[in-house]
């Protein structure tokens, strides 16, 4: 089902596309616009009687993934608070709602997490967040797709935040999980760029800013992304933070700025150009200097945000030996 990566201009896309209508028992002819209609459709599942057992949920204030697995409709529970990959996916989320609302709201801990699989990895995650400001404590909700690597486009990983919201004490709506790629600009799509070179910075100040020290340190989620691209190119081989520096960022962006060019760092959709520096033990693989591209992309709606990772040279040597 193509929910979120549908991007039927790409023939990659569409050979994926007919392979696994062909290995579903779908006609080859079937658009993927149908199989995304199918899909939705089975995995909803949108019966009379199904409808009513889902909004008997939701009257209760439970969500479908969140708080009921899909299957047995059962309570998801969990006994660990602390888990760095899920975490990361909800720290995620959060950023989300962060930058479209204005909050600064920070994780705390988790509370449960439900999974979804298909081509890719549905992840709902419950977890607990606080508000420096007021110093309150509460549940907060996001739903994130761990989309499988496309090397052919240059992309090593996809996070995508398709739900980020404060958990709702009465009721719940439901989550818009359908990605409006045509909403993203085609300067964002496709293939991921490569990394700029010196004339190009200089020749196309008014699309790239470079971002000030100080700002490194007050925009905290810089070193998520960061954070992301490490994951990435450990290919999920982390089971917790390794010490990590961020050195240089680099923001290339179409969205122009109203008064000061570190406006950029709110654009919408923009290219982050990342180099750090992983400070752990010399003898593990990952230490030294590294380099990430970050393509980040949003649709408008609300909780929606894509981050693309390009994937690394070393990823791509290993995957030829």
């Known amino acids: 089902m193509y929910r979120f990566r549908r991007l039927e201009g790409f023939g990659y896309l569409q050979g994926m596309a007919e392979k696994e209508s062909s290995e579903l028992g779908i006609t080859k002819a079937s658009s993927v616009q ?57 720290r995620i989320g959060l950023h989300c709602h962060n930058f479209q609302k204005g909050t600064n709201y920070k994780f705390k801990r988790l509370e449960k997490c439900g ?61 818009d999980e359908v990605w409006d790629m045509a909403a993203i600009d085609d300067s964002y799509k496709g293939p991921m760029p490569k990394w700029f070179s010196d004339e190009a910075l200089v020749r196309d100040d008014k699309k790239f800013y470079v971002v000030q020290e100080s700002e490194l340190h007050e925009n905290d989620w810089l070193q998520l992304l960061m954070e992301v691209a490490f994951y990435s ?9 390794k010490p990590l520096e961020i050195k240089k960022v680099v923001v290339e962006t179409l969205e122009e700025y109203t008064t000061e060019a570190r406006e950029k760092l709110k654009a919408d959709n923009a290219i982050f150009y990342i180099s750090y520096k992983c400070i752990a033990d010399p003898s593990t693989p990952w230490a030294g200097e590294h380099d990430a591209i970050i393509r980040k992309t949003m649709d408008g709606k609300p909780g929606h945000m894509s981050l693309e990772v390009a994937v690394t040279k070393e990823q791509i040597e290993d995957r030829e030996t």
Request: aromatic share 14%; glycine share 6%.
């Open 34 to 90: 149908e199989r995304i209609k199918n899909n939705r459709k089975r995995k909803l599942e949108t019966s009379e009687n199904q409808q009513r057992r889902w909004g008997s949920l939701r009257s209760c204030g439970l969500a479908l993934g969140f708080d009921v697995d899909w299957c047995s409709y059962e309570e998801i529970q969990s006994t660990w608070q602390y888990n760095y990959e899920i975490a990361l996916f909800a």
């Open 115 to 175: 999974t979804h699989s298909t081509r890719y990895e549905d992840y709902y995650i419950t977890f607990e967040a606080t508000d420096p400001t007021s110093g309150s404590v509460f549940s907060f909700q996001t739903m994130l797709s761990n989309d499988y690597q496309y090397l052919t486009w240059g992309i090593g990983l996809t996070l995508a935040s398709l739900a980020a919201r404060i958990k709702a004490t009465h009721g719940t709506e439901s989550v």
């Open 233 to 241: 190119k450990t290919e999920s081989g982390v089971s917790a933070c």
